[in-house]
């Protein structure tokens, strides 16, 4: 086996070692994960295809029933190509493949381009583009494995590998496990998208300062970038990501788990100050932010960050609870994130609402933001009183406890007429149901005023606030 595979040109150093036993294990590659059957049906000679398709057409229907079949059988052969690029029958949610990745790395869109071609068919242009993919990335240690599958389509049947032990071997190897499930969480990413037209839930509005949105869905292990403008949200790009080694939901320093909830980009770290390990940079995130710590959440250096010189990319699960990028991704992110002013949402799964809908469920808080407002104008602190917790806290350049913040507002107010402009809504539902708002205030007669970041809780019907941040 080893000498069929040289004679395939298999040149990079750490696939030659294992080769033989990818060979044998190709079913369980990205290959035929992307489209069971293909590699069969790719190696299988066209003509004993033709002549087993005649004789049972001439044997079982007349030519009328046979074309009606292969009318049929090309209607179903589009449906799996579209299925394999990721496109929805739903033409008004239909997204190729090449639009899902328009901004992804070129080396991912490679990939997808080297998956498509192999589930027509065509094993040999997708053998030729996968040699040039891992000649141009050699840490990308997947699409490594991909090409090794695609030589591994050229051997005789008669020469294959089928030694059981090797197999078992095989199929326990860790790093073989995390390749399979890397190379499924990409196919299901770019299977299943998200419906044209559609927000993930937690962003109800969002002002046009912010001109980019980050959410991160777990079990696709997927960072969706969407860019804000005045014709609201719109995705233009998704990468592949990891997250912790023990999953999501991180409660305590040192759980290897990633943080599930709202948050900011609060810097970019420039690499030079960094260790190789982060790559082409690091963009922390306010973890714990103010919900967290209200439940008691520890912990802290939460990045969103690059990977070793060495990996193109990790597995799924391989972070001490980071969102880690392939290096090029990161350079595009770098490029666009605000610090301050970007979100950043991680979610266990996204779901994506219409327009129409987020602005609906934005309307139930408007009418409570509007309703503390003009409290405070009113210089009423009782009735102030009723949208605070006992337990609120502000954190400003002078920070005030409890409710001696409402004294401090009144007087703020002093009756004037106040607008909010540039307001941003993200609503967070784990249990408890929160809203993060920011928005800036001027009075009337004034020409600047400040930025207020709010996090509210809802209890029963009504919204109550338990901390704010005075930004600027």
């Known amino acids: 086996m080893a000498d069929i595979v040289r004679r395939s040109r298999l040149r990079t150093p750490s696939l030659r070692r294992s080769a033989n036993m990818l060979a044998a294990f190709m079913t369980a590659s990205a290959l035929l994960l992307a489209t069971p059957g293909a590699a069969a049906a790719s190696t299988k000679p066209a003509s004993a295809k033709t002549s087993s398709a005649k004789a049972k057409a001439a044997h079982s229907r007349p030519a009328a029933r046979e074309a009606k079949a292969r009318t049929k059988k090309a209607a179903a052969a589009d449906a799996r190509t579209a299925a394999a690029k990721g496109t929805p029958r739903n033409k008004a949610a239909a997204v190729s493949s090449a639009a899902a990745i328009q901004q992804a790395s070129s080396a991912e869109a490679r990939l997808i381009a080297v998956y498509e071609l192999f589930g027509r068919g065509q094993a040999r242009p997708a053998l030729a583009k996968a040699r040039d993919l891992v000649r141009d990335y050699p ?25 059981a032990t090797g197999i078992a071997r095989l199929r326990s190897d860790p790093a073989m496990a995390d390749l399979r ?76 788990r990633t943080p599930l909830g709202v ?36 912990g802290s250096g939460i990045w ?28 595009q992110l770098l490029r666009k994130v605000q610090i301050g002013a970007t979100p950043v949402v991680t979610a ?69 007429r106040v607008q909010f402009k540039d307001m941003s809504f993200l609503h967070w539902r784990d249990g408890d149901d929160t809203m993060v708002a920011t928005f800036g205030e001027v009075f009337e007669g004034e ?7 709010q996090y509210w809780l809802r209890q029963g019907s009504e919204w109550k606030l338990f901390h704010e941040e005075i930004l600027g």
């Open 304 to 331: 969103l960050h690059g990977t070793p010189p060495q990996q193109f990319s990790r597995a799924p699960l391989a972070s001490d609870g980071c969102v880690v990028m392939a290096n090029p991704d990161l350079k």
């Open 263 to 298: 948050y900011y980009v609060t810097s970019s770290l420039d690499p030079k100050s960094l260790r190789d390990f982060y790559g082409a940079g690091a963009l922390p995130i306010n973890y714990p932010n103010p919900y967290d710590v209200r439940r008691g959440k520890t």
């Open 348 to 416: 266990p799964s996204l779901q994506w609402i219409s327009r129409p809908q987020a602005e609906k469920e934005a309307q139930t808080f408007t009418s409570a933001i509007s309703a503390w407002k003009d409290a405070r104008a009113n210089g009423n602190e009782a009735q102030l009183k009723k949208f605070y917790l006992p337990d609120f806290q502000r954190n400003s350049k002078k920070n005030i406890d409890g409710f001696s913040v409402l004294h401090d507002e009144v007087e703020y107010a002093q009756g004037k």
């Open 181 to 256: 499930e890397e190379s499924r969480r990409r196919l299901q990413a770019l299977r299943d998208r998200p419906p044209a037209g559609t927000v993930p839930s937690q962003f109800l509005a969002l002002s046009t300062r912010s001109r980019y949105a980050i959410a991160v869905d777990a079990s696709r292990s997927r960072l969706y970038l969407l860019e804000n403008s005045d014709k609201g949200l719109q995705l233009v790009a998704d990468y592949y990501v990891s997250v912790g080694k023990s999953g999501i939901g991180k409660a305590t320093e040192g759980d290897a």
């Open 139 to 163: 840490n990308f240690q997947l699409a490594q494995l991909v090409y090794a599958d695609l030589l591994a389509t050229q051997v005789p049947p008669a020469h294959a590998f089928s030694d």
């Open 447 to 453: 020409k600047s005023g400040r930025t207020r970041r």
